[in-house]
T-cell receptor, first 113, second 113 residues
Framework: DGGITQSPKYLFRKEGQNVTLSCEQN?????MYWYRQDPGQGLRLIYY???????QKGDIAEGYSVSREKKESFPLTVTSAQKNPTAFYLC????????????FGPGTRLTVT | DQQVKQNSPSLSVQEGRISILNCDYT??????FLWYKKYPAEGPTFLIS?????DKNEDGRFTVFLNKSAKHLSLHIVPSQPGDSAVYFC????????????FGKGTKLTVNP
């Protein structure tokens, strides 16, 4: 079955620690995205990547970093510089031609205390 | 600057009746619109979309209407079922523009048996 996997489902970290969220897709999609969802808020774009070894900042990139070394993988690192890291993080992917039709993973709930 | 607005945070309807979810946008460059459905602690799933060259798109119980002059779209669900209870996000994109989807804050639909 093709799809997007995110692991783990729930993640707990102490304040001041960096943490990396995993996102893998086997849909052969070129583009991948990271969003953040907070209660009562829509999805806000953190970073996106259209091709391997290239990525662009989204609307709320501060305190986050990404890499795109493989087409299938787009890990997100939440650094200690992110002021409010506790949130639900969603990864998505799309084809290059239809970037507007994005397929989402199940999400990772990150709690930082 | 919220480019996609869903002004009703919640909506409650009876099973079998019609659910109407509304969405307004401000950016006249948007030419493709999507609705996503999201259950708690899961990723959003694509529901239905519409291009700006159309004013209506139908898929089973779901119909999306687009009024370009008013910059308004709506999602109709008929008949509503308890399994439709979820948060619905409206999203917009410019097909010829950036790769970004812009999401509204969502409307929580509750369908009562």
């Amino acid at each position: 079955d093709g799809g997007i996997t995110q692991s783990p489902k729930y993640l707990f970290r102490k304040e001041g620690q960096n943490v990396t969220l995993s996102c893998e897709q086997n849909l052969n999609h070129d583009a991948m995205y990271w969003y953040r969802q907070d209660p009562g808020q829509g999805l806000r774009l953190i970073y996106y990547s259209q091709i391997v070894n290239d990525f662009q900042k989204g609307d709320i990139a501060e305190g986050y970093s990404v890499s795109r070394e493989k087409k299938e993988s787009f890990p997100l690192t939440v650094t200690s510089a992110q002021k409010n890291p506790t949130a639900f993080y969603l990864c998505a992917s799309s084809t290059w031609a239809a970037h507007y039709e994005q397929y989402f993973g199940p999400g990772t709930r990150l709690t930082v205390t | 600057d919220q480019q996609v607005k869903q002004n009703s945070p919640s909506l409650s309807v009876q099973e079998g009746r019609i659910s109407i979810l509304n969405c307004d946008y401000t950016n006249s460059m948007f030419d493709y619109f999507l609705w996503y459905k999201k259950y708690p602690a899961e990723g959003p799933t694509f529901l239905i979309s519409i291009s700006s060259i159309k004013d209506k798109n139908e898929d089973g119980r779901f119909t999306v209407f687009l009024n370009k002059s008013a910059k308004h779209l709506s999602l109709h669900i008929v008949p509503s079922q308890p399994g439709d209870s979820a948060v619905y996000f409206c999203a917009a994109s410019s097909q010829g523009g950036s790769e970004k989807l812009v999401f509204g804050k969502g409307t929580k639909l509750t369908v009562n048996p």
